[in-house]
């Protein structure tokens, strides 16, 4: 079955990086584009980055460009997402998402989530 | 502030029709499809409507999606106690090159 497993969180200081993973199974990663999407305690959703199928053309939410960067290796079927100058504001359950193809980038399949707390 | 404008809440009892407004611009809604998740507390959300109203076969037809112009509204039938959830309309902005995500709507079964 799909499956997307969210992994790297945790508790980090103001200004330090942190790398989140996203392992994929049970369907053709390579013909997916990826997105991160967070959540803040208590506020809605939020979509951070996106990354083609092929790798070749990144997007990114203002309030993170130039600071996370999204990639993903074929190779593991793996979805990244590099944090750095880690903001409190950055605070959030972070989740990856796939794309289909032609589903109007439709998330149909979501991680569990994992939590990135940013404080001193 | 969001983008896409979302009623924060909305309520129905059981066996009612509710309906979930949202709304956007040329950029977004206009020119491109919607697609609407569910979110239940503590966990991920779930895809629930895709190009404005197609649904995953895993979803019950009581879920039904509509678009004209630049709004959209997700319809549900036959309310149930389970639907309880926030319910958040997407949509791919060309101007920002960003998907754009509603701020949400509560729903609550009375």
Not at chain 1, 45 to 66: H, M, R, T
Not at chain 2, 20 to 45: E, F, R
Request: aromatic letters at 10%; one cysteine or more; a neutral charge.
């Amino acid at each position: 079955q799909v499956q997307l497993v969210d992994s790297g969180g945790g508790v980090v200081q103001p200004g330090r990086s942190l790398k989140l993973s996203c392992a994929a199974s049970g369907f053709n990663f390579n013909s997916y584009g990826m997105h991160w999407v967070r959540q803040a305690p208590g506020k809605g959703l939020e979509w951070v980055a996106f990354i083609w199928a092929d790798g070749n053309n990144k997007y990114y939410a203002d309030s993170v460009k130039g600071r996370f960067t999204i990639s993903r290796d074929s190779s593991k079927n793996t979805l990244y997402l590099q944090m750095n100058s880690l903001r409190v504001e950055d605070t959030a359950v972070y989740y990856c998402a796939g794309d289909p193809p032609q589903s109007g980038y439709a998330f149909d399949n979501w991680g569990q989530g994992t939590l990135v707390t940013v404080s001193s | 502030q969001s983008v896409l404008t979302q009623p924060p809440s909305a309520s129905g009892t059981p066996g009612q029709r509710v309906y979930i407004s949202c709304s956007g611009s040329s950029s977004n809604i206009g020119t491109n499809t919607v697609n609407w998740y569910q979110n239940l507390p503590g966990t991920a959300p779930k895809l629930l409507i895709y190009k404005d109203s197609q649904r995953p076969s895993r979803v019950p037809d009581r879920f039904s999606g509509s678009k004209s112009g630049t709004s959209a509204s997700l319809a549900i039938s036959g309310l149930q106690s389970e639907d309880e959830a926030d319910y958040y309309c997407a949509a791919w902005d060309g101007s920002l090159n960003s998907v754009v995500f509603g701020g949400g709507t509560k729903l609550t079964v009375l």
